[in-house]
Structure formats: structure tokens, C-alpha cells
């Protein structure tokens, strides 16, 4: 935990943004896999780590703005949860770390809130993903889960908060990210033909372990590096394969690391990998160069669209004027997705909120209709203290290919017949994590090689 005057100058700043009433946070629980008691590994949700920092399933707190009071509802130990796994830290001298001064039975939870109703004032609450959580604020405020209705108000005052990083929360993203890059750099020592891809996640993830930290989303370690988000590792590297890993540690405080590179099986490129890969690169480093207080990610975005297209035109599967393949979405095709999101106590920072109240704003909301647009999760202007991802690729899903030449899509900027030679290419992607200064951006952890000639040295 950070220190208990960080949680209640968090909180007091919490309290100035929304105008009155309860403010609800429902913890999370363990959720069993097979039978009650044996859960999945136990993850505090992130909102109530920032304001309060336990991490202890099966509490709730409240901070009800109009008395002036801070509570966390949960129960201690009994002597049968002692019998089976000792005497461990009290909630209430965690709580008391939180410095919050008073707790009470969990059971109790529903009676305050309750007793707020009657009396006619406002709970706020946030939008739950847990149903454990969906059915408490069900029965909380006896009304159909169908009905929940979040406080946009309460969601907005955190974001606001949240989006700007504290000192020590960048110091512990960067832990995240500096063992992050351990794990890229161990993936790239052992990738050659005749290794599986589970092995390589298998030698990533105990890394993270010996680093006391956990995985920040489930590792995609793929020869398939076309499937953006691919989980299937069964897969054996073969000479002339890409190999693809997108992958971040997260330390015992929750915090993320989220870093993609992508690389040869053999120790070196092949022409084409290398010819594609450095367009991706190019893209990344004008993107990154960009980037500085004011500007609109989504800017950001389609200025790594256009040199994406650019590069594509060189290779000659595109054509025409990239101004105008990119206004008319032409490299959808190849890169379907958005440049990058927010990332902080979560990899895809506050993403449980909305995306429309993390990534845009109300007066320019998200455009979620069009292919490539609806997949950008950050668009608006970012800001000082702002932590997020820059991650631009090339994907080849023939599946798409197909579709598109069927309907003769975007023929004025599609060479179809040099597309179907890369059928089988794969994807290539490489991603860092950025803060953005004052005075622009600074990339965060140690720096992990990226360039084709670091690569091929480090494997070589």
C-alpha cells in the first residue's frame, strides 16, 4: 500500500468533485472455478485499490459525502477462517493504513444503505462487471439488475482523477514495465524452430513470478501474429515463422506493464518480414514524436494510419494517394484496430468505467460504427500525466482479405493481387508505454531493442 495520507488526499479530492449523497465501492470477490473453495487468484477491483489499497475480497466501503464519514464494511477472521489460514493482518489495521478510522460488520452494508435511501439521498455507484456485484447493488437498492443506472457524475469525477498519474504510481508502472521487458527479452533468447509457444508463456509468466508480479492480461505468445488478441499456444515455432509477444507483468500493487514485440523464429528477418516490419516501426516512431499535452490521440492515430499507408504503397499493396486511402479507411485492411489505449492500475486503464467517458469526451464521442474508429479506445486530447500505449501493426487475416476483394472494396487503393502473396504473412506489432510531460512524452521503463539490427544482434 502507499501511504495512508495518499488514500485520504485521493478521497478529498473525490469528495470536491461530486456535489452529495453516498458513494458506493462494492470490492470484489473470490470467484470459484470448480467449487466454492477453490477460487481464481483474487484481484481487487482497481478503483477501490486507489482510493482504499486493500486488497481483501468481500469488503465494501463507503464514503458518504453529506455526513462527513469514510467506512469499509467487511468482517474479520473467524476462529474457523484462523484454523485454516492462521492468523493474518486485521481489516481493521488495514483499514487503518487506508486511514480510514472506521469499520463495521459487512452485514451492516445494507442497513446504511438503506437508511440513505429512506432519507432521500443519492447513492452513487459504478458500473459493475462482476455479477456477484450486480446482484449486491440489485439487492442494495431493490431495484432490477436490468435498471442499474451508474452515476456518470461519480464516474467522471474518477476518471478525471485517476487519468493523471501520481510520482509513485509511475514508479510502480515502471517496475511493471522494467520486468516486462525482462520477460520480452527471455521470450527472444529462447524463440527458435522446434519450441512450442506454451513454453515460451510458460517461461515468461514464472519470470513474472520470481518478480513477485502477476501477469496484467493473459500473455499472446503466437506464430499468428494476423489474430490480434490470439490465446491458442499450442502452436511449434518453424524456421520462416514471425513470432509475435504481447505481454505485461503487473506488481502486488496492481499496477501494468503492456509491451508487444515481434520477431523471427530464425535469427534473422526475411526480406518481406523485414520490408513490413520497418514500415510498422516507421509508424510507431512518427506517432511516438507527436505526442505532447493538447494534442487528440485520435490525431495521433490516424497520423500512424498514414504512414502505415505509405509504407504499404512502397511495398505495393496499396496504391493511390495515402491521404485518401486513409480518409476512406483503405488501411482497415491491414491495421483494424486503434494505436493504443490508457494503462495504469488497469492494462486498459479504467476500461470498466465506459470507454466513452476514459478515451472521449462528450462534446467529441467515439465514432462506433466505423471499421478501425470503433476500435480506438483513447481519442480524446491527452493531458500531462496521462499514461498510454502506442502500438501500431500490420495484420493479414485472409478471412478479410476475401470479404473485401468479394465486395471489390477500397479497389482504388487496394492491390489485391500482391495482398494474396502475403496471405500467409501473419502480423507484425510493437508496442511501448509512454507518459506524457509538460513538455511532450517520455517513454517509461529501461527501453526494450526494437530496431531490426538489435533484434537480429541480440539473437544472434
Request: proline fraction near 4%.
Amino acid at each position: 500500500m502507499f501511504s495512508a495520507q495518499t488514500y485520504q488526499n485521493r478521497r478529498a479530492v473525490l469528495k470536491n468533485n461530486v456535489s452529495g449523497g453516498v458513494l458506493l465501492f462494492p470490492g470484489n470477490i473470490e470467484n470459484p472455478v470448480n467449487f466454492e473453495h477453490n477460487p481464481y487468484y483474487f484481484r481487487q477491483d482497481s478503483t477501490f485499490l486507489y482510493y482504499f489499497g486493500i486488497q481483501e475480497p468481500k469488503i465494501a466501503a463507503v464514503i458518504d459525502l453529506d455526513e462527513d464519514k469514510t467506512i469499509i464494511f467487511g468482517d474479520e477472521l473467524s476462529i474457523d477462517d484462523i484454523v485454516w489460514m492462521g492468523r493474518q493482518e486485521t481489516l481493521k489495521d488495514k483499514s487503518l493504513k487506508s486511514g480510514v478510522q472506521e469499520t463495521r460488520p459487512y452485514a451492516e452494508l445494507s442497513v446504511y444503505i438503506q437508511k440513505a435511501m429512506t432519507s432521500g439521498r443519492k447513492v452513487h455507484y459504478l458500473p459493475p462487471y462482476q455479477s456477484v456485484n450486480k446482484i449486491l447493488l440489485g439487492d442494495l437498492l431493490n431495484i432490477k439488475i436490468a435498471a442499474l443506472q451508474p452515476s456518470t457524475e461519480f464516474i467522471q469525477a474518477i476518471v478525471k482523477q485517476r487519468s493523471v498519474k501520481e510520482e509513485q504510481e509511475i514508479v510502480q508502472i515502471e517496475e511493471a514495465i522494467n520486468v516486462s521487458n525482462e520477460m520480452h527479452l527471455l521470450a527472444m533468447r529462447m524463440a527458435k524452430p522446434g519450441v512450442k509457444e506454451y513454453e515460451i508463456a510458460n517461461a515468461i509468466q514464472h519470470l513474472a513470478a520470481d518478480r513477485k508480479c502477476q501477469m496484467s492480461y493473459p500473455p499472446i505468445v503466437t506464430i499468428n501474429g494476423g489474430i490480434l488478441h490470439n490465446h491458442y499456444r499450442m502452436n511449434t515455432l518453424k524456421s520462416g515463422d514471425l513470432f509475435l509477444n504481447d505481454s505485461g507483468a503487473e506488481t502486488a500493487m496492481g499496477y501494468a506493464g503492456d509491451l508487444t514485440r515481434t520477431f523471427p523464429a530464425d535469427k534473422k528477418f526475411t526480406t518481406k518480414q523485414k520490408e513490413v516490419y520497418e514500415v510498422v516501426l516507421n509508424a510507431f516512431n512518427n506517432a511516438q514524436q507527436i505526442l505532447k499535452p493538447g494534442i487528440r490521440f485520435k490525431d495521433v492515430h490516424l497520423k500512424a494510419c498514414l504512414y502505415l499507408t505509405e509504407g504499404l504503397i512502397d511495398l505495393g499493396l496499396m496504391k493511390g494517394n495515402p491521404e485518401d486511402a486513409v480518409k476512406n479507411h483503405a488501411h482497415t485492411l491491414f491495421f483494424q484496430c486503434g494505436l493504443g489505449h490508457m494503462m495504469g492500475l488497469d492494462v486498459h486503464d479504467m476500461e470498466d468505467l465506459g470507454e466513452q467517458y476514459v478515451g472521449y469526451t462528450e462534446q467529441e464521442p467515439k465514432d462506433t460504427k466505423t471499421f478501425g474508429l470503433k476500435s480506438l479506445r483513447l481519442g480524446k486530447a491527452v493531458e500531462a500525466g496521462y499514461v498510454l500505449t502506442v502500438e501500431p501493426g500490420i495484420y493479414i487475416i485472409p478471412e478479410l482479405i476475401d470479404m473485401w476483394q468479394a465486395e471489390n472494396k477500397n479497389a482504388d487503393f487496394i492491390n489485391y493481387d500482391k495482398v494474396n502473396e502475403y496471405r500467409d504473412f501473419g502480423g507484425v506489432r510493437v508496442e511501448d508505454d509512454f507518459l506524457i510531460t509538460n513538455d511532450g512524452y517520455r517513454l517509461l521503463g529501461n527501453g526494450l531493442i526494437k530496431t531490426v539490427e538489435e533484434i537480429e544482434n541480440y539473437r544472434a
